[in-house]
């Protein structure tokens, strides 16, 4: 069916979404030839963070972050000034991304068809604490006049729409370690289902001493300070935590017939999604509930599991969700599945891992090229039976692959994505 400029739709009519533009920004580099050769080089981006060692409480000394970020000098204070790390570095992901689709100009960015789902774990910190010193002191000349805009929760889905000029539905996913992929499903949703035509989503966050901190108070963070090339080790017997990053991703996804009416390249589909929530723990995954969210989102792209050539991991190294995460997996599929986790290369992201790992994953399966684990030397026999790449890089053995993320409150995601050649 061709597509209809005015949105109108037969009822029930579900349409086919497609990936038309990318943009990252990442510790290993923002584009994919610098990542790939990092990638093949075995080389992660986690790093001593010697600057919180003003912070004696604080466990870990390791992190993931994007050396020399600065806002674009073609940026318009305006603009910019709403802005901390977290929106900054999600309008310039998702200012990639539209160059990518070349949707530079098109009528449909400002007519209302298209929107904006993108998430974060958090605002930005800064504001926060100044804010924080301000009630504090009993003052308010701390409190900056941008400085809600940059800490609220849709920092990042605001001001990318602000910046762009988008007149379409904003759909905030602030759900921790899944604002990013919750962002690209719902996006899918709202174009397969008729309420846009095209949307901009994914996620971004940024690395702080708090974000740490909280982790550590769960003793979920690793240890190996004088180690950073050695951590983290998901599903490894001697992985000891993660280890937090940042970054932001961004997708262009677009109606199927409206993108090849327009002539845009296709990287992938997205053909199918799965969420739901634990009801259990807020913080310990359960087995059952993320094997079925796995299994709604292969429901919902109409395949078997058979049909999956590769499973991009959640992955932390923590013994809880590594486990959990594994005999999941292994209930979904019931055969050795290759499955690989990213965060060993970039660290935990936080809401912008989901986005970051469909990033990887697509560009991953069209080089025909999917890196190991980093740091996987002896998979935990608790984990399950399942295919660990680890050691070489592998090819995939077809285009699909299941992207899985798992998030503090007990929620889970899963996108099943078809990669162009």
């Known amino acids: 069916m061709a597509w209809n400029p005015a949105g109108s739709w037969r009822q029930g009519l579900e349409r086919r979404v497609v990936v038309t533009g990318m943009g990252a920004v990442t510790a290993l ?28 409480a604080l466990q870990t000394r390791l992190g993931a972050p994007i050396a020399d970020f600065a806002t674009p000098a073609h940026y318009p204070r305006k603009l910019s ?28 960015v400002t007519g209302g068809r298209m929107g904006v789902a993108y998430g974060s774990s958090s605002g930005s910190l800064e504001p926060i604490l100044s804010l924080g010193s301000a009630l504090t002191a009993a003052g308010s000349s701390n409190i900056s006049a941008t400085g809600y805009i940059q800490f609220m929760s849709h920092t990042a889905a605001v001001n ?100 090849l009416a327009r002539g845009a390249r296709i990287h992938a589909e997205i053909l199918g999604f799965g969420t739901n929530s634990d009801g259990a723990h807020i913080t310990q995954p359960q087995m059952p509930t ?20 590769w499973v991009n991991a959640h992955g932390t190294a923590t013994e809880h969700g590594d ?46 090229w999917v890196a190991p684990t980093l740091n996987l030397v002896d998979v935990d026999e608790r984990c399950g039976p399942l295919d660990y790449l680890q050691g070489a890089g592998r090819a995939p053995r077809g285009p699909i692959f299941m992207n899985n993320n798992f998030a503090f409150g007990g929620i889970n995601t899963s996108l099943i994505i078809r990669c162009e050649p």
């Open 160 to 259: 990318i729409g602000l910046f762009f000029g988008f007149t379409g539905r904003v759909i905030p996913t602030s759900s921790a370690c899944t604002s990013g992929s919750q962002g690209l499903g719902y996006a899918y949703e709202s174009i397969k289902y008729g309420m846009q035509d095209a949307m901009v989503a994914g996620g971004s966050d940024e690395l702080t001493f708090c974000s740490a901190a909280v982790f550590d108070t769960l003793f979920a963070t690793s240890l190996r300070n004088g180690e950073p090339h050695l951590t983290p080790r998901p599903f490894d017997r001697d992985r000891d935590g993660l280890v937090l990053g940042e970054g932001a991703c961004t997708f262009v996804l677009e109606e199927r017939e409206r993108a």
């Open 290 to 309: 993320m094997a079925a969210t796995m299994a709604t989102a292969l429901r919902d792209a109409g395949l078997d599991p058979e049909a999956v050539d």
């Open 323 to 368: 486990i959990a995460e594994s005999r999941a997996t292994w209930e979904t599929f019931r055969r050795a599945v290759p499955i690989t986790s990213f965060k060993s290369y970039l660290g935990h992201t936080l809401g912008a891992c989901g986005a970051i790992e469909a990033w990887l994953g697509i560009h991953m399966t069209r080089t025909g």
């Open 81 to 108: 000034r709403s802005m901390g790390r977290v929106a900054m570095l999600g309008v310039r992901a998702t200012e990639l991304a539209m160059e990518d689709a070349g949707l530079k100009g098109d009528p449909i």
């Open 29 to 56: 580099g923002n584009d994919w030839g610098t990542v790939e050769a990092r990638l093949r080089e075995g080389r992660s981006a986690v790093v001593a963070m010697p600057e919180w060692d003003v912070y004696p």
